[in-house]
C-alpha cells in the first residue's frame, strides 16, 4: 500500500501560479503511476493529469494542456503539478492518485490509492 499527502493548495489570483505536492510513503514509490484529479462543489471529479512510474509519459485534460505540468521525483517520494495561468474554473479541491499499473488512464475508478486533497481557490 501506498499513503499519500498533497500541500501547497490556497487563493490566488487569476493568471497566477501555484505548485502542489504530493508525498507519498509505503511502498516504493517507483512502482506506482501517479496522477492529480480535482472536484469541485457539486461536480464529479475529473481527470487533470497523469505520469508514468519513470517520468517519461505524461498525459493531460484538455482543459489544463499548456497551462499545467506534472512531474515526479522517485528519490523524494513526490510527485508535482505545477499550475501557471489559472481561472477561475480551476478552483477545486485538488488530489492526488496513485495506481499500480503503467497506463496513463484518466478514470478515477481506476486508480487505487487517494490522499485527502488539497483547496484551490482562484479568485477573478
Known amino acids: 500500500q501506498v499513503q499519500l499527502v498533497e500541500s501547497g493548495g490556497g487563493l490566488v489570483q487569476a493568471g497566477g501560479s501555484l505548485r502542489l505536492s504530493c508525498a507519498a510513503s509505503?511502498?516504493?514509490?517507483?512502482?506506482?503511476?501517479m496522477a492529480w484529479f480535482r472536484q469541485a462543489p457539486g461536480k464529479e471529479r475529473e481527470f487533470v493529469a497523469a505520469?508514468?512510474?519513470?517520468?517519461?509519459?505524461?498525459n493531460y485534460a484538455d482543459s489544463v494542456k499548456d497551462r499545467f505540468t506534472i512531474s515526479r521525483d522517485n528519490a523524494k517520494n513526490t510527485v508535482y503539478l505545477q499550475m501557471n495561468s489559472l481561472k477561475s474554473e480551476d478552483t477545486a479541491r485538488y488530489y492526488c492518485?496513485?495506481?499500480?499499473?503503467?497506463?496513463?488512464?484518466?478514470?478515477?475508478?481506476?486508480?487505487?490509492?487517494w490522499g485527502q486533497g488539497t483547496q484551490v481557490t482562484v479568485s477573478s
Open positions: 492518485a496513485a495506481r499500480s499499473r503503467d497506463a496513463l488512464t484518466t478514470g478515477p475508478e481506476r486508480y487505487d490509492y
Open positions: 509505503g511502498r516504493t514509490f517507483s512502482y506506482y503511476t
Open positions: 505520469i508514468s512510474r519513470s517520468g517519461g509519459g505524461t
